[in-house]
Every structure is written in structure tokens, then in C-alpha cells.
């Protein structure tokens, strides 16, 4: 028997590509909002002794209860094995406590997922590319959590921007242990930059710790929010030498006037994202290229 296939709605447009594979029923949900802004979900498929796939991101607060309330209903209804898929895990930022009184958002709102009733044969959640490793063990009970890595598709993708010559880069050393094990894996050089704090919130790019002089310079971060490390990171690589910059990134959160700014900056060729945010679907055109990453969920499923 098939697994049932459900998303919440900003999802809509991944649920659709794996149904595509034809290993999924498609899962059935009706959706309202009343006048108070309250929500009506009803399951329209029969769910008893079914396994059900769910996907959906916490890509804000009001999505991450929509893909609780979903869950919730999916085993209260007797789903026999619930699988969630979330693309995008979007309270890594807020991962650790650096000043007393702060919420560590990132473990309350593992608790809230692991707080889904069990079905009988189990739960467990899929998340891609976290922007810190190790979240995966905040989820707490019964419930199975996964990290996913995008690596194929990130190889893949800046192959295909650069050849096989070029440099890989990030934009802070904090993200250089990645890139070098992706640029092992290329056979190609890995590059950095070095920043210095010079307040509270302002950092100073003050050098690149590889030779870019006339390279291509593919740079890698996994996830893109307003742009403005990565064009400080651009600039570097400018300065250095580097005769063409291309950037890839798994998630891309990119809020309103973002892609502008760093398409007008002119100093990069071409972005490519992986469609694990809506925000990238939204955004693609000739500067950004978008992949999906739903045969990479797919299989990954088919291993578990």
C-alpha cells in the first residue's frame, strides 16, 4: 500500500513533484479560514493502518502550527507510520543561549514537534541541510530525527555554474569545515574569508585565505537570508582577483528587495537555490536558478 502524501500549504508545490514519482496516494485536505483568522483543517482520506509522508517547513510561526495541527490530526486519526518532512528548519538561529534570559527557540520548537501524539509504528522527522549540526538532537521521545545533507545536489549544481576549475568559497570561516570537505569531494581548492568584529553588530571582511587571482569563485553558504554577508564575502573575492563569482545556497529566505539589491550589485553571475523555501519558487528567473530537492527526500525516504 502506498503512503498517503499531505503538505501544509506553502508546500503545496513539493507534495505535487513527488506525487509526480507515482509511490504516493495523494493525500486530501480541505482548508478555511474564518473571519477571526482562526483555522479549519479536515482530512479527506480514510487513514486507518495507512502511513502518511507530511511536508511542510517552519518558514514562520504560523506554519509550524499548521504542520503540528496537521500532524496531530494525521495520527489522531490512525495513521499507522507518520514521516515529516521539513526542508526548511527555520530557529537555527536561536540554537544556544550566549546572555542569560534568552530562548533557545530552536529546542522549544523540537519539543513542540516531538510533542505530536506517536502513531503506533512511529514517527519521525526529515530536515535538510540544518544550519547547525547537532539540532537533530533536540527532539526529545519517541520520534526519529533525520539530517539530511543537499551535497549531490550542491556539487552537482556548481559543476554545472563552473566546470570543473574553480574555487570554492565561503563567506566566514565559520562555514569553512563544510567547504572544505565539499571541495575534497570536487577535487578542486577551498577559500575563506577573515572577518574582524569591529562592534557588537558590524563585522570587517580584513582578507581571503586562498590565491582567487582570475578564477572562477563558486560560493556556498546553506542558506541565504538578506544578502549581506554574502555580498561582503563577494567583494573580497572581487578585490582578490577572482574573474567570475557564482553563488549556490540550499535555503533561500530572502525577504522582499533582497534579490534586487544583490542582482544590482553586479557582482555576481548567477545564484541557484534548491526549492526547500517557498521564497526561492517565488523568486526564480534567469539570475536565480532554482532545484528541487524532492528526488532527494524521495530516496531518502525509500532507505528508511
Known amino acids: 500500500m502506498k503512503p498517503l502524501l499531505f503538505s501544509t500549504q506553502k508546500y503545496d508545490y513539493l507534495r505535487q513533484e513527488m506525487l509526480q514519482t507515482g509511490a504516493y496516494e495523494e493525500g486530501r485536505i480541505t482548508h478555511k479560514t474564518f473571519p477571526d483568522g482562526e483555522h479549519y483543517y479536515r482530512i479527506e482520506n480514510d487513514l486507518t493502518h495507512q502511513a502518511a ?30 514521516t515529516l518532512l521539513v526542508p526548511f528548519f527555520g530557529y537555527s538561529t536561536m540554537e544556544r543561549a550566549v546572555k542569560k534570559g534568552e530562548v533557545v527557540t530552536a529546542k522549544t520548537r523540537a519539543r513542540l514537534l516531538s510533542s505530536i501524539p506517536q502513531a503506533s509504528y512511529g514517527n519521525q522527522i526529515v530536515m535538510v541541510d540544518l544550519h547547525v549540526t547537532g539540532l537533530q538532537h533536540y527532539f526529545e521521545g519517541g520520534i526519529k530525527a533525520f539530517h539530511l545533507y543537499a551535497k549531490p545536489l550542491i556539487i552537482k549544481a556548481a559543476k554545472d555554474l563552473a566546470g570543473s576549475n574553480f574555487v570554492l568559497a565561503s563567506t566566514d570561516a565559520g ?37 582567487v587571482k582570475n578564477q572562477k569563485v563558486v560560493l556556498y553558504d546553506d542558506m541565504i537570508r538578506t544578502g549581506g554577508s554574502l555580498l561582503n564575502a563577494a567583494q573580497a573575492y572581487k578585490e582578490a582577483g577572482a574573474s567570475q563569482i557564482f553563488v549556490i545556497a540550499t535555503h ?53
Not at 278 to 293: G, H, L, N, Q
Request: proline share 2%.
Open 53 to 82: 509522508v507530511l511536508i511542510g517547513g517552519t518558514i514562520s510561526e504560523n506554519d509550524t502550527l499548521e504542520l503540528y495541527d496537521l500532524a496531530c490530526g494525521l495520527v489522531g486519526y490512525g495513521v499507522r507510520e507518520l
Open 175 to 211: 562555514r569553512a569545515k563544510w567547504v572544505e570537505s565539499l571541495a575534497n569531494d570536487m577535487g578542486v581548492s577551498a577559500a575563506f574569508v577573515y572577518k574582524r568584529r569591529s562592534s557588537g553588530s558590524d563585522t570587517q571582511i580584513t582578507g581571503v585565505n586562498a590565491d
Open 252 to 304: 533561500g529566505v530572502l525577504p522582499q528587495g533582497s534579490i534586487e539589491k544583490i542582482q544590482n550589485s553586479g557582482l555576481i553571475q548567477k545564484i541557484i537555490l534548491t526549492n526547500t523555501h517557498p521564497k526561492a519558487v517565488e523568486i526564480a528567473s534567469d539570475f536565480v536558478e532554482v532545484r528541487s530537492i524532492s528526488t532527494l527526500l524521495h530516496d531518502f525516504i525509500q532507505s528508511l
